[in-house]
Structure formats: structure tokens, C-alpha cells
């Protein structure tokens, strides 16, 4: 770590000299603006005018490259901020179908993304994503809440033997695997341009780490409802071989999944450490809901069975995702004075 030391200018100006190095890197010449930002425990951070103006690109050459690469290498880059990307033939060559289809591909999974400009060798997509259109908070709310459809219409469709209302839990998949991959771009930017957290509700990057890890709990709670889903869609009759009573159980505990895993993003968002204490004492009375469940079943066929289990499970491992959340919470939540904490 360098160290400067401060030089009085005035009777109320103090100064400091700014390292050779970094002025070079960054392009800063006498007469430049920067910027400063006051930030938690002290610390301030000098950002060159660039950070404010410059849209950053990517090529992404396709030569020996799959499809399902390509289509990868584009979330790749969306997830780390580029504005623009550009998916390029070698010289001489033209892209090949599967190559264009995964440009196309990758532009209906991610929020924003659209083909500004397309020739035979190359493709430019653009993000119209702003920051400020957008809170980290909000967003993890909104990947919450579709994580919680999902999971009601997928159990309401194996209580009513309803395929129609599986079909629709699947199809929301894709609109929060958009709101997580989005949630990946903006925690990213904002990480490397400190700036940017302001823009997107923090204030300061402390929280980045913790929301990255929250948003992929919750990516992967929707993948469980999905599972359920698919259970709905591939089961006879579209339903569980259960009595109404067992079936009833079941939709008790998935209300009780609800109700944890809202109140842990809650807390979380809201730094709320009694929300996420409660979320622990909650997660106590329902931890052995699945083995309960099962251990009261009459005798049925293995693959049914088997449903039945599978569905436990996924509701089971969604409240441990949502302790997870609630452990994050408390650690965000601790780390701000309140009735709870004097940081000193």
C-alpha cells in the first residue's frame, strides 16, 4: 500500500499528490477533472473522468467455437457490463447459421440485449440497460416474488391435477433466470466502478458480495419450483398419488416456504436483523416437515413415492436457501449501527 502525505493549500484546503502510475493508466493530465466518492470507514475513492464516459465493447471471435459457446461467451459479457458486443467471423469467412441462431438466442435470455447492426461476417448487439432504471433491492424482490409463482402454481397444479397452470410455472422460468443474469450485470458494474452502486441503491459496495450470493439462492429456489413443475407436467393424472389430507399438508408447508424465504430477502433489503432471526426460529418448527410428511404416508407404489419425495425435498432445500439469505442479512444488518449494534 503507498502512502501520500497531506499538504495544507489554504486555510481551509488540504491536498495530496496522486500516484504517477495510476495518472498514466488512467489518462489524467494536469487540468483533468476527477472524481472523488466518500464511501463507509473512511474511505474515499478517486475515479478518472473515463469511468463516467466510456461504453466499453467486446469482440467475440467465433473461430472454433461452438454455438452453445458463443451463445455462453454472450452472457459472459453482458453479466460484465459491455454496452456493445460484437460476434465476429474469421477473415474472409462468413458466420455460420448456428452461430447467428446462438446470437439470437442469447438475445431472448437477457433483459435489454437487441441486434443494433447485422452483416454475413458480423453482429452487433447492444445492451439498453441504465443502472438507474433499476435498484439491487428491487431486483431481488422481483427474483423472490417469481420464485414464489412458480412454486404455487406448480404445487396448486399437482392439487388440482392441472397441467395447464405447470406449463405456466415453467414458463416463468426464463423471466427470472433474465432477472438474475441482470442482477449479475449490475452487482458486477458497480463493483468495478464504485459510481454505479449509488445508481442501483447502495451506498457503497460493502453489500455487492452478499446480494451476489443472495440473488443465486434465489435463482436456484425457482429452479426447485421448477422441478416441482416438471413433476405436475410428467405424473399421471398430473397429480400426486396422495389422499387430500396429505395433499393438504403439503400446501401448509409450502405457504410456510413462502413466508420464509419473503421475509428473508425482506430482511436482507431492509437490513433488518430481527426479520432474520426470525427467519432462523421459524426454520426450526419446519426443518423436519419433509421426513414428517413422509413417515405418515400408507404404502404406495416406489415411483409415486418417489413424486411425493421430490417434492419434499425441493420445498425442503428452498427454506435452507432461505437461511441461507437470513445469514447474509444478519451480516448486512450488523454491520450499520442500530438498536441492536454501536459500531464504534
Known amino acids: 500500500m503507498e502512502t501520500r502525505k497531506v499538504q495544507r493549500l489554504g486555510p481551509s484546503t488540504l491536498a495530496m499528490t496522486l500516484p504517477a502510475e495510476w495518472a498514466t493508466e488512467q489518462n489524467v493530465e ?4 476527477v472524481s472523488l466518492r466518500m464511501g463507509g470507514k473512511g474511505t474515499l475513492t478517486v475515479l478518472p473522468e473515463s469511468v463516467h464516459s466510456e461504453e466499453s ?48 438466442n442469447a438475445e431472448t435470455q437477457l433483459m435489454g440485449l437487441g441486434v443494433i447492426e447485422e452483416t454475413p461476417e458480423r453482429i452487433a448487439i447492444r445492451c439498453s440497460v441504465d443502472p438507474e432504471d433499476f435498484t439491487l433491492d428491487n431486483l431481488l424482490e422481483r427474483l423472490e416474488s417469481t420464485g414464489s409463482t412458480m412454486r404455487n402454481e406448480a404445487v396448486k397444479a399437482l392439487a ?26 449490475l452487482i458486477f458494474t458497480a463493483y468495478e466502478n464504485p459510481n454505479l ?22 435463482e436456484l429456489t425457482a429452479d426447485n419450483a421448477e422441478d416441482i413443475a416438471e413433476i405436475a407436467l410428467e405424473a399421471d393424472d398430473h397429480s400426486l398419488n396422495v389422499d387430500s389430507a396429505t ?7 409450502t405457504d410456510e416456504v413462502d413466508e420464509l424465504t419473503e421475509k428473508s430477502v425482506r430482511a436482507a433489503v431492509e437490513r433488518d436483523f430481527t ?17 414428517d410428511i413422509l413417515a405418515d ?17 425441493s420445498l425442503q432445500q428452498t427454506t435452507q436457501y432461505a437461511v441461507r439469505n437470513a445469514e447474509i442479512a444478519t ?7 442500530s438498536e441492536h449494534t454501536t459500531i464504534s
Not at 467475440?60 to 457490463?81: C, D, T, W
Not at 451480516?331 to 449501527?337: D, P, R, S, T, V
Open 160 to 185: 388440482n391435477g392441472n397441467p395447464d397452470l405447470a406449463q405456466r410455472a415453467l414458463n416463468r422460468e426464463r423471466q427470472a433466470n433474465k432477472i438474475f443474469v441482470l442482477l449479475l450485470r
Open 331 to 337: 451480516n448486512l444488518a450488523l454491520n450499520e449501527e
Open 197 to 218: 452502486a449509488r445508481a442501483v441503491g447502495l451506498n457503497d459496495g460493502f453489500p455487492l458480495i452478499g446480494y451476489r450470493a443472495i440473488a443465486k439462492n434465489l
Open 30 to 33: 494536469k487540468g483533468d477533472e
Open 297 to 313: 404416508l400408507e404404502e404406495m407404489a416406489n415411483d409415486d413415492l418417489l413424486e411425493v419425495r421430490e417434492v419434499l425435498v
Open 247 to 253: 395433499m393438504r399438508r403439503i400446501r401448509d408447508f
Open 57 to 104: 465493447e467486446a469482440i467475440i471471435h467465433v473461430a472454433g467455437l461452438s454455438a452453445s459457446a458463443v451463445e455462453r461467451a454472450i452472457v459472459a459479457q453482458y453479466v460484465l457490463g459491455r454496452r456493445v458486443i460484437h460476434v465476429e467471423a474469421p477473415e474472409g469467412e462468413t458466420l455460420e447459421s448456428a452461430h447467428i441462431n446462438a446470437v439470437y
Open 275 to 291: 426479520a432474520a432471526t426470525e427467519v432462523r426460529e421459524a426454520y426450526g418448527d419446519i426443518e423436519n416437515r419433509e421426513h
